[in-house]
């Protein structure tokens, strides 16, 4: 499934516009430091929305980025993703709920 | 006496497949000499980051910061090559602040569209000498990250800090946690 469906099908907001990659998996952190071990094409749901977590999401080729429990990243954080082609959405509750959604849509 | 056993591949001329092994958690611990300004970096496995001051020969090593992060090391699933990565402290996103720069000059050279700088990150910080990451580890961490990108026209690029002009000007993005605190 692409991104762009997945955020359709659960109504997520979108931060910006960049790119519609293949979900070739799910994985949860808010740990940059355990995020960086990841394979690519996953979709990486967190709470933080910092300029080093789109670096670290960068390296690892991201499928695109949730923030769970209604986070918003900042502008230059939004710049960051723009340029490096990272979609940027946002769930307004939490990540156990978005999981659950994910599931049910057929992401596994 | 004659053996029908294949010929099994060598180190030297695999294509290797890298995978990441021996990861571990700790903390990026930078710390500056007060007299000559000098500053190192050191990956700390202990639950606690040290924060002490300490003496070693000339220098008098204080606490400047640490960061949650990681260290890794990487082997080849075909020939099973390993390549230790002791002397990388930390991965650093190049924002391309400084044409002057060294790290901002390797990625210019590039003929892929949408080329990314990282920059591995030695325990010299300030390089007072000139060590730096090895070679190896480079070529390793370069192909690591490099072998599963589908899009053909993006390219990671990990150079050593040793091209970075300035320490203090840098605006690089550290790999590494912050703001966990701040969560909730």
């Known amino acids: ?108 | 006496m004659t053996t029908n056993m294949p010929k099994t591949k060598t180190q030297d001329d695999c294509r290797h497949q890298w995978k990441m092994t021996h990861l571990r958690s700790g903390y990026l611990v930078v710390e500056g000499c007060l007299h000559c300004r000098h500053r190192i970096s050191t990956f700390s496995e202990e639950p606690v980051p040290p924060i002490d001051d300490y003496r070693e020969e000339e220098h008098f090593w204080s606490h400047l910061g640490d960061f949650q992060a990681s260290k890794f090391d990487l082997q080849c699933e075909k020939c099973a090559k390993n390549v230790r990565l002791a002397d990388v402290m930390a991965i650093m996103l190049c924002m391309r602040c400084d044409p002057e720069c060294g790290v901002y000059k390797a990625g210019s050279g590039s003929g892929a569209r949408k080329t990314w700088v990282y920059v591995a990150l030695c325990a010299d910080t300030s390089h007072d000498s000139v060590t730096c990451v090895s070679e190896e580890g480079l070529r390793a961490l370069n192909e690591y990250f490099g072998q599963n990108l589908h899009d053909p026209d993006k390219k990671i690029l990990v150079v050593p800090c040793s091209l970075r002009r300035s320490v203090d000007n840098c605006q690089g993005v550290i790999l590494a946690d912050v703001g966990l605190t701040e969560l909730y």
């Open chain 1, 1 to 108: 499934m692409n991104v762009s469906e997945m955020a359709k099908k659960i109504g997520l907001a979108s931060f910006n516009s960049s790119g519609d990659k293949e979900i070739r998996g799910v994985y949860i952190s808010d740990m940059v430091s355990d995020i960086i071990g990841i394979g690519e094409g996953n979709l990486l749901v967190t709470l933080q929305t910092h300029k080093n977590l789109i670096a670290t999401a960068n390296l690892v080729d991201v499928a695109a980025i949730v923030f769970s429990r209604g986070k918003t990243p900042a502008e230059d954080v939004i710049a960051l993703a723009n340029k490096a082609g990272i979609q940027l959405l946002g769930f307004e509750g939490d990540t156990w709920a978005l999981a659950k959604k994910l599931y049910e849509i057929g992401i596994r």
